[in-house]
Nanobody, 121 residues
Framework: QVQIVESGGGLVQPGGSLRLSCTAS????????MGWYRQVPGKERELVADIISGGSTNYGDSVKGRFTISRDNARNTVYLQMNSLKPEDTDVYYC???????????????WGQGTQVTVSS
């Protein structure tokens, strides 16, 4: 089995910073990518940022220049440094990992339980 555990959400004032962490553990053969998504009620889940095994990164347009994703391969952990936070960044942030489990030929999507980020004065 594979587990995804997130941490780091909370309440912050506009202009502040937060760092989210996400760790994958369990029967992992290979991690193809890890990233963060967020979901506003009534809308589809949207990409915030992801990082693939080779180190390439992708960012949603609304967070470019403010958020930075990084990864510690030895710890199967991905971090999302969020700076210059805005009220519109308020959301539940979900960690996603595309993982090939041990004994399986393909990768599957695994999701964390979500962590709340609230930006408010």
């Amino acid at each position: 089995q594979v587990q995804i555990v997130e941490s780091g959400g909370g309440l912050v004032q506009p202009g502040g910073s937060l760092r989210l962490s996400c760790t994958a553990s369990g029967s992992i053969f290979r991690i193809n990518s890890m990233g963060w998504y967020r979901q506003v009620p009534g809308k589809e889940r949207e990409l915030v940022a992801d990082i693939i095994s080779g180190g390439s990164t992708n960012y949603g347009d609304s967070v470019k220049g403010r958020f930075t994703i990084s990864r510690d391969n030895a710890r199967n952990t991905v971090y999302l440094q969020m700076n210059s936070l805005k009220p519109e960044d308020t959301d539940v942030y979900y960690c996603n990992a595309k993982i090939v489990p041990v004994g399986h030929p393909i990768a599957y999507d695994f999701w964390g339980q979500g962590t709340q980020v609230t930006v408010s004065s």
